[in-house]
């Protein structure tokens, strides 16, 4: 069986999806793949996502917004969607979850802090799912 692909959409790239590919590979590891991108990707990680990830240990500050293409969801196992709508291709073999979870872009400390308490809880189910642990 071939390592899982998880690919992480939402609109800006800079959030959300962003937040749930740094802790899928946290705690993934080399287990998963994880990627993330946007349908209109921003230019910049929202810095207090990057905040928030860093007071939890984890580091986000290389990270870029990256624009959604195909082939990264034809790769993917599983492709999450974050309110991008119907902007994520839709290809035969390919899991999809729309998780509905609130963006993050202009929000205070403790509303991104709550934001991703919501994305680790859904990122480490699926972790355990994924690698059957």
């Known amino acids: 069986m071939s390592k899982p692909v998880v690919l992480f959409v939402c ?11 740094v802790l899928l590979a946290a705690y993934a590891g080399e287990a998963i793949e994880a990627l ?7 230019t910049s990680v929202n810095p207090v996502v990057v905040k928030v990830l860093a007071d939890r240990g984890h580091d ?21 969607t974050m309110g991008c709508g119907d902007a994520c291709p839709i290809f035969p073999g390919v ?11 202009g929000q205070d400390e403790d509303a991104v802090a709550r934001i991703v308490d919501d994305i680790d809880v859904r990122v480490r189910t699926l972790v355990k799912e994924l690698l059957g642990a």
């Open 11 to 21: 609109v800006h790239n800079a959030g959300r999806s962003m937040a749930a590919r």
């Open 36 to 42: 993330s991108a946007g349908s209109e990707p921003g």
């Open 60 to 80: 986000a500050t290389r990270e870029a917004p990256k624009v959604l293409v195909a082939e990264d969801v034809r790769r993917a196992t599983v492709a999450i």
């Open 95 to 105: 899991r999809y979850e729309d998780w509905p979870i609130e963006d993050p872009a």
